[in-house]
C-alpha cells in the first residue's frame, strides 16, 4: 500500500455479497467470489482511500473516464491520431480497440469529405491553443463510416484535454444526428427528464465517496457501496439495438431509485453497472435488507416495447469500516486490469486454444460427439476458462474477433482429425450474438472453412444460448442461412427463458441442450420430472434431438435416460480436455458416430457451397 494510507482497516476484507437473490454471510462465504459486482464495490472503497495518499496520473484517470460516459467517445491527439476509445465508441463502428488506434480521425469520413475534414480538424487544433472556439466546439450532422463501409451521421461535441504524454488532446463526444441536436438548452431538459442523464457519473462518486468516509470515520458511522450490474443489457443491445438498451437501463434506474432512501446517492459507473452509496448509517445491517429489497425488485420482468427481459442482477456490497480490501483482493482486481491489457494482443500470440467436451449416447454410452470451449493459454496464469475473461471482451469489443478466432481453431482441429482418419463426428461451437449480428462477415468465414476443410456440413453443429434471446431479425436470417448450407442448429441451456417453445419452431432447431441443473431439480421433485419429460418428448415428436447437461452421478444419468433424453454430457463421465488427450481418447478404440452416405452427401454440399460463391 502507498505510503501515506492512513487507513490500516484497508488490510483486513470481510466481504458480504449477493449472487442470485441470496445473500451470503462472510463466515459461509467463499473468501473471493468470482462475481464482478463485489470486485467493483470493494474496489470503489479502496480506489477513494488510495487517491487521499497519491495523487493518480492524468491519463488513465481520463482514460477510465471516459469508459464512464453514457456516449461513444474518443480521445484524438494533435496529429489527429485516435489515443483512446470507449465501448461504445468500438460497437458504435464495430472496430477492435486495435484497429481504431491503428487510425486517425479523419479515416473515419468518407472519402469524398476527409478535406472539408482536415479544414475543420485544423480549426479545433486553433481552438485547442486557446484561440476562438467559436462554431467550432460542436459539428451537427457529421458523415462518418463503419468499419463495414456503412455511412452514418453524428453530432460531436469537443472538449480540451492536456495530456504529459501525447500533448494537446480532444475529448469527441459522439450522438446518432437523427436523435436530434444536443444543444446546451436541451442537454439540460434532458438531465431534469431522463434518469440515466442525470446520475453522476464514477468520477463524481468518487468524490462523494472520499467525503463520506471521512465523515464517517470522525464521526464513528458506516458507509456502504452498492455495485449493481444490471444484466441482459448486451444482449438487448445486441439484438434490438442501443436505445432498446438505454431504455432497459432507465427502468433498472427507475427501480434502484424506487427502492433506495432519498438520502442515498447513485451513479452509473459504466454501461449497465450502477453504484449506491449509503451515507451516515449507524447500523449497517439495515445494508443487507436494501440489497436483498434491491435484488428482487430488479428481477421482477421487465418490458421493452413487445419484448419481456428477466435481469439477472448482480449486487456486490461493501461497508467501511467493517468491510474493506486486503492484499489478497487488490491482486484481485489487478489481474482484472491485466487481463484487460493482455486480452487485446494474445489473439496476435496465438494465445487461445479449444478444449473439448464430449458427449456420449445414454443408451449404449459411445462416445459420439465433442464440444469446443475457447480457452486462453495465458504466459503466466495458465489456462483461463471463457466466463473468466468473456465479459472483459465484451467490453473492450473484443467479442467478435474471439468468435471468429474460436471458429477458425475449431475447424483446424476438424482437419487434424479428418488427416487422421478420425472424422466424420458430431462437433457443437457455441456462436455470440455479435458474431450472428455480424451476419455477412460470418457467413463468409463459414464459406472458406467449409471450402477448406471439405467436409460434410451437417456433422457441425452452431449452438447459440437461449439466455441470449430473443434474436434479432438478422440474426434469424443467419441462422436460416447456416441451416441451408448444411449446418445443423443447437439450443442451449433450453428452458430457462419463457420464450424457449417458441423458437422451436420458428428457427431451423436440430437439437437442444437443457438447462443446467433440470437434472437434479427433476430428481428431487417428481412434478418437475412431469413437466421435463413432457417437454423432452415434444422435442423428440419434432425430430429435435435432446442433450441432458451436468450428468454427475448415477441417478443423473438415470434420470436422463427416464425422460428421454438421446444423449448426455458432465465432467462424471467424460470431463472437457484439450485436443491432445482427445486424440489420445480416440486412438484408444472409441469411435465416434459412422459415417452414412458420407461421400454422396459431401458431393451434394460441396456442389450447394461452390453455386453459393459464384
Known amino acids: 500500500m502507498a505510503a501515506g494510507v492512513s487507513h490500516p482497516g484497508l488490510v483486513s476484507v470481510c466481504c458480504r455479497y449477493i449472487v442470485s437473490g441470496e445473500t451470503v454471510e462472510p463466515a459461509s462465504a467463499p473468501r473471493f467470489s468470482s462475481d464482478d459486482a463485489l470486485i467493483a464495490a470493494c474496489f470503489l472503497l479502496f480506489t477513494c482511500f488510495i487517491r487521499s495518499a497519491v495523487a493518480p496520473k492524468k491519463e488513465p484517470r481520463m482514460k477510465q473516464h471516459i469508459e464512464s460516459l453514457p456516449d461513444p467517445v474518443m480521445m484524438i491527439s494533435e496529429d489527429g491520431a485516435i489515443v483512446a476509445a470507449n465501448s461504445l465508441m468500438q460497437s458504435l463502428l464495430h472496430y477492435t480497440p486495435e484497429e481504431l488506434l491503428e487510425r486517425k480521425a479523419e479515416d473515419l469520413a468518407p472519402v469524398d469529405s476527409r478535406a472539408d475534414y482536415a479544414l475543420w480538424w485544423d480549426r479545433l487544433m486553433q481552438a485547442a491553443s486557446g484561440q476562438s472556439t467559436t462554431g467550432v466546439n460542436h459539428l451537427h450532422d457529421m458523415r462518418a463510416l463503419t468499419k463495414e463501409g456503412t455511412e452514418i451521421s453524428l453530432d460531436v461535441s469537443l472538449k480540451r484535454f492536456d495530456s504529459e504524454e501525447t500533448g494537446p488532446c480532444l475529448i469527441a463526444s459522439f450522438r446518432d444526428a437523427a436523435a436530434g441536436k444536443p444543444g446546451a438548452a436541451q442537454s439540460d431538459a434532458d438531465k431534469t427528464t431522463d434518469p440515466l442523464k442525470s446520475l453522476p457519473d464514477q468520477e463524481q462518486f468518487l468524490e462523494s465517496l472520499q467525503a463520506a468516509v471521512t465523515n464517517a470515520q470522525a464521526e464513528g458511522r458506516f458507509v456502504a457501496v452498492l455495485t449493481i450490474n444490471s444484466g441482459q443489457y448486451r444482449s438487448i443491445v445486441d439484438t434490438l439495438g442501443r436505445e432498446a438498451g438505454d431504455d432497459y437501463l432507465r427502468e433498472i434506474v427507475t427501480r434502484i431509485s424506487r427502492i433506495s432512501r432519498k438520502q442515498d446517492t447513485m451513479a452509473r459507473l459504466s454501461g449497465d453497472e450502477f453504484a449506491v452509496m449509503i451515507d451516515s448509517l449507524g447500523d449497517p445491517e439495515i445494508v443487507s435488507k436494501l440489497a436483498a429489497r434491491i435484488q428482487s425488485f430488479l428481477s421482477a420482468p421487465a418490458y421493452i416495447g413487445e419484448h419481456s427481459f428477466a435481469p439477472r442482477p448482480n449486487i456486490g456490497v461493501s461497508v467501511f469500516p467493517t468491510d474493506s480490501v486486503d492484499p489478497e483482493m487488490g491482486a484481485r482486481a489487478k489481474q482484472r486490469l491485466t487481463l484487460e491489457s493482455d486480452l487485446r494482443s494474445a489473439i496476435f500470440k496465438d494465445e487461445f486454444a479449444v478444449h473439448f467436451q464430449p458427449f456420449f449416447e445414454l443408451e449404449s454410452g459411445e462416445l459420439f460427439g465433442v464440444e469446443s470451449f475457447l480457452r486462453w493459454e495465458h504466459p503466466k496464469l495458465g489456462t483461463i476458462e471463457l466466463h473468466d475473461f468473456m465479459q472483459i471482451a465484451d467490453e473492450t469489443g473484443m467479442a467478435a474477433p474471439l468468435g471468429e478466432t474460436a471458429l477458425w481453431l475449431t475447424f483446424e482441429a476438424i482437419r487434424k482429425w479428418k488427416a487422421m482418419g478420425h472424422w466424420p463426428m458430431r462437433v457443437i461451437h457455441t456462436l455470440s450474438p455479435q458474431q450472428l449480428s455480424r451476419q455477412e462477415s460470418l457467413l463468409r468465414q463459414l464459406r472458406g472453412l467449409l471450402l477448406d476443410s471439405k467436409i460434410d456440413p451437417q456433422h457441425v453443429q452452431f449452438c447459440i444460448h437461449e439466455t441470449a434471446m430473443p434474436i434479432s431479425e438478422e440474426q434469424v436470417t443467419a441462422l436460416l442461412e447456416i441451416s441451408e448450407m448444411g449446418f445443423r442448429v443447437c439450443i442451449d441451456e433450453f428452458g430457462i427463458g419463457a420464450s424457449a417453445l417458441t423458437y422451436l419452431f420458428d428457427l431451423p432447431v436440430h437439437t437442444i441442450k437443457l438447462a443446467p441443473g433440470m437434472l437434479a431439480e427433476a430428481i428431487e421433485d417428481d412434478h418437475c420430472k412431469a413437466v421435463l419429460s413432457a ?80
Open 535 to 614: 417437454g423432452v418428448q415434444m422435442a423428440r415428436s419434432l425430430k429435435i434431438e435432446v442433450i441432458a447437461v451436468d450428468i454427475e452421478s448415477d441417478a443423473h444419468l438415470e434420470t436422463a435416460r427416464a425422460i428421454g433424453c438421446d444423449a448426455g454430457q458432465g465432467d462424471w463421465k467424460c470431463p472437457s480436455m484439450s485436443f491432445d488427450k482427445l486424440c489420445n481418447a480416440l486412438f484408444t478404440g472409441h469411435r465416434p458416430q459412422k459415417a452414412k452416405n458420407a461421400a454422396r452427401e459431401l458431393a451434394k454440399r460441396q456442389e450447394l457451397i461452390s453455386g453459393t460463391l459464384d
